[in-house]
């Protein structure tokens, strides 16, 4: 049996680091791709499933002084409970309301400034006001949370919702306005009633005055003094004496 002997010098060194380096270069080039591409895209898969997207109608004019905000959102995470909340103010510095819910309940909370109700549907939460001013009129934004499971994710800022409250002091005052007219009608109805019953009652008076001046047996039947007779010493109503009635008793 032969044997070889194979010394290992400086040269034959080298020439066997050389080759298995070249042996080995492309599986570790490989490897380190193929590391990289999987780092690359597994947090971009993980941000892309649990980012939330906010849409909203950029302006809602409220004329009644009800407004409905409907804010659409996407989401393909694996969320269970909720919390959505409206924002007023360019800073969304003002919370107005929020609710919070899951699969089986659903939480309300407003604020004293605001009558606020939420509610959500698939893929949109929904929020109602009432008895808005104009002194409401502002930007709104809606934010959406994950509070469960971790990770906690919500919203980026959306463009929000202009909430236009029209003033309403046409029907203000046509309301008040209808009182005093009703008040000052039925007042000038009186007086004109009143008006025409003391001028009825003035002209029976005068003519009942009239008829029984014109029917009264009443004369002044005292005779007055004929010129002629004013110097005499007895009244002219007095009758002349008839001597001659006395002399039928003389002799």
Known sequence: MERRLVLWGPGSHS???RGWRQGSRPTINTMLLGILVVLFFIPTADVTENKILVAQHPLLIVANQTATLVCNYTYN???????????????????????????TNIRNNSTKE?????DHDKDKVIFNL????????????????????PPYVYNEK?????IHVKETPTQIQESQSAIPLWILATVTGILALYSMLITAGFLNYWKSKKHMYHQSDYMNMTPRHPPYQKNKGYPSYAPTRDYTAYRSWQP
């Not at 269970?80 to 003002?94: I, N, P, Y």
């Not at 605001?114 to 939420?118: I, V």
């Open 15 to 17: 020439s066997a680091c």
């Open 77 to 103: 995470g694996t969320g269970k409970e909720f919390r959505a909340s409206l924002h007023k103010g360019t800073d969304s510095s003002v919370e107005v309301c929020s609710f919070s819910w899951n699969a």
């Open 114 to 118: 605001f009558n606020c109700q939420g």
């Open 130 to 149: 009432w008895n808005m001013n104009a002194n409401q009129t502002d930007i709104y934004f809606c934010k959406i949370e994950v509070m469960y499971p």
């Open 158 to 162: 959306s463009n929000g919702t202009v």
